[in-house]
């Protein structure tokens, strides 16, 4: 288990770290996503995008523990 992220003397959750690595992935899925053209195969992609970010923080939050 992940204990408080040091950053120059200040402690940070480790859930800031979780939530900035999956936006990494998240980003470039979306790249991937919008250069392949597989938007057009779903109905609301703002909606589309936020359950796929939860999807994956989850899988990340749960695959590190």
Same mark, same amino acid.
């Given at each position: 288990?992940?204990?408080?992220?040091? $950053? *120059? *003397?200040?402690?940070?959750?480790?859930?800031? *770290?979780? @939530? @900035?690595?999956?936006? $990494?992935?998240?980003? $470039? @899925?979306?790249?991937?996503? *919008?250069?392949?053209? $597989?938007?057009? =195969?779903?109905?609301?992609?703002?909606? =589309?995008?936020?359950?796929?970010?939860?999807?994956?923080?989850?899988?990340?939050?749960?695959?590190? @523990?």
């Amino acid at each position: 288990m992940i204990k408080e992220i040091s $950053l *120059g *003397g200040v402690y940070l959750p480790p859930m800031l *770290g979780y @939530l @900035l690595g999956t936006a $990494l992935v998240w980003w $470039l @899925l979306r790249y991937a996503i *919008g250069q392949l053209g $597989l938007y057009r =195969f779903v109905w609301h992609p703002p909606l =589309f995008n936020a359950a796929l970010y939860v999807i994956l923080l989850s899988a990340f939050v749960t695959a590190t @523990l």
